[in-house]
């Protein structure tokens, strides 16, 4: 874990305000919540702006606390700009990837930074692939693993719509951390070219499926 980094508690910082003054007003919430009838108007700030609102306390701590654990395995080998264009960019890819799939369902809503902290996660996965993970917070599982395995239930819980969770911007999130991760971080195809190859499975098997209809 280590020390809080300065930008890992800027963002924290924002992700508590934001999502406070939502908690406490509704309108606020209303207007900057991920609604696709909303951006279909126009109100596309609404892609990033979702990113920082959440439902509700347990909502905003434990995405925040994901965060913490895996900010600084990214910051230590992107650095802090890198750090914050994996963020950004996985909660803008997360947010476009739900747009794709719900764009024409006029009462899709989400909000969370989920898929800004699914990037993060996985480019921790990607830079540092022998982490362990604690599944649960007690089974120890290879992070490799837990990634190829998650992002595979990720596309189940799109087929099926399971619950009331963004599985998309999930999805999109931690593609775009693999991607900036790649572009940021070529080393890693020498290094870690097997967990590349690995961890790209699952979004290929996306790929194929929504070309065929099934997703």
């Given at each position: 874990m280590g020390e809080l980094n300065l930008v890992t508690l800027i963002i924290i910082g924002l992700n508590v305000l934001v999502s406070f003054k939502g908690f406490n007003d509704e309108s606020f919430f209303?207007?900057?919540?991920?609604?696709?009838?909303?951006?279909?108007?126009?109100?596309?700030?609404?892609?990033?702006?979702?990113?920082?609102?959440?439902?509700?306390?347990?909502?905003?701590?434990?995405?925040?606390?994901?965060?913490?654990?895996?900010a600084n395995s990214v910051i230590f080998f992107l650095g802090t700009l890198g750090f914050v264009l994996v963020y950004l960019a996985s909660l803008v890819l997360g947010n476009l990837l739900s747009y794709f799939f719900h764009k024409k369902d006029i009462h899709y809503t989400a909000v969370g930074a989920s898929g800004a902290v699914m990037g993060v996660l996985y480019s921790a996965i990607l830079l540092r692939p022998d982490m362990m993970l604690g599944l649960f917070f007690i089974i120890p599982i290879p992070a490799y693993i837990f990634g190829i395995g998650y992002l595979f239930y990720t596309i189940y819980g799109m087929k099926r719509q399971l619950g009331n969770i963004g599985h998309d911007a999930?999805?999109?999130?931690?593609?775009?951390?693999?991607?900036?991760?790649?572009?940021?971080?070529?080393?890693?195809?020498?290094?870690?070219?097997?967990?590349?190859?690995?961890?790209a499975l699952p979004i290929l098997v996306l790929f194929v499926l929504q070309k065929l209809g099934k997703i």
């Open positions: 209303q207007k900057y919540k991920f609604n696709i009838a909303d951006i279909n108007r126009g109100a596309k700030y609404q892609i990033v702006t979702s990113g920082f609102l959440h439902v509700n306390t347990t909502h905003l701590l434990v995405n925040m606390l994901t965060l913490y654990f895996f999930h999805f999109g999130g931690a593609v775009g951390g693999y991607l900036l991760t790649l572009l940021l971080a070529s080393w890693v195809f020498e290094e870690h070219l097997l967990m590349v190859i690995l961890l």
